[in-house]
Nanobody
Framework: QVQLVESGGGLVQAGGSLRLSCAAS????????MGWYRQAPGKQRELVAT???????NYADSVKGRFTISRDSANNTVYLQMNSLKPEDTAVYYC?????????WGQGTQVTVSS
């Protein structure tokens, strides 16, 4: 059974930092692309950052220079380090694992940034 379990969300003031974690089980973590997406109230889910099995990264323009995605194959975990947080970063953040044959999502973790 595939599970992606996010943690690390919470309430933080603008300018603060949070680190999200996504622990994966039931998959071959060494293949595929891991990613973080977010969905704010009334908006569509959007890409935040992705990291391939070869450690190539991609970021949304809105988070470049502030967020860093990384993956730890020894612990089957992907991280999202979020610095200089802004109120517009407030959203539910979802972990994703994509391959050509499967696409899995976690249950999401809430991030709220107060001004």
């Amino acid at each position: 059974q595939v599970q992606l379990v996010e943690s690390g969300g919470g309430l933080v003031q603008a300018g603060g930092s949070l680190r999200l974690s996504c622990a994966a089980s039931g998959i071959n973590f060494s293949i595929g692309t891991m990613g973080w997406y977010r969905q704010a109230p009334g908006k569509q889910r959007e890409l935040v950052a992705t990291i391939t099995s070869g450690l190539s990264t991609n970021y949304a323009d809105s988070v470049k220079g502030r967020f860093t995605i990384s993956r730890d194959s020894a612990n089957n975990t992907v991280y999202l380090q979020m610095n200089s947080l802004k109120p517009e970063d407030t959203a539910v953040y979802y972990c994703n694992r994509w391959t050509w044959t499967n696409n899995y999502w976690g249950q999401g973790t809430q991030v709220t940034v107060s001004s």
